[in-house]
């Protein structure tokens, strides 16, 4: 019997940016806030905190902000988790820190900021390896058909395929690349690679994140 052995290797490059034109604005004042909530609570409850502040939005509305840290990167790691998790892991910004908002901070600061939400998002929402794993395991059989298939005019198809892509913050598959093949069809080759294009790995905080997948077929 043909048997199909699938490995996977895994390689991450992520980013964090939001196509929404919200979370690409440098906040000027008050009147970036969505949500009521979100204005009743800076003005009444946030002003009024102590320094190590920080105050976040996602272009959902969701919100959160937090006070009372010992520094400002702690303060930022925080309310950045707290408005992904109230946004149901929507792309969030900072806004504020300190009562100062982004457009009136440097550039230094700013630009420490930004790279804080790469981070976070890369460390605490990008894809799983068991995730990536279990959208593959919902192909495996629709692949091993087409290899079983050519089998029949070529007995000898055997080893490795390596391929490499991008998957977008939908979930989407771009700029997918057949690295390396053993198999030496070019026909098998192809109709794996329109299989792998139409996959759909869910939504994602991580604006891309980049992956490299082998296949690995023998018959027995």
Sequence with gaps: MNKIYILVYLVLLTGCSA???LLDETAKDKTILISKSALESYE????EKSENKAFAQSYTGAWAWRANFTSIEHAV???YLDCLKNSNYKPCKIVNINGEWTSGLSSEIVANVNLSEVELAREHFKRQPEEIRK????????IFVLYL????????????????????SDGTV????LIRSELGV????????????????????INSEEITYTFTFFPE
């Design 19 to 21: 196509s929404q034109k």
């Design 44 to 47: 009444k409850k946030y002003i």
């Design 77 to 79: 790691k925080a309310v």
């Design 135 to 142: 959208v593959f395991d919902e192909i495996k059989k629709d």
């Design 149 to 168: 298939e050519e089998l029949k005019s070529h007995p000898t198809a055997k080893g490795k395929l390596n391929i490499k892509f991008l998957v977008m």
């Design 174 to 177: 771009k700029n997918l690349e």
């Design 186 to 205: 070019s026909s098998l080759e192809e109709k794996i690679l329109s299989v792998v294009s139409d996959l759909d790995f869910g939504t994602s905080v």
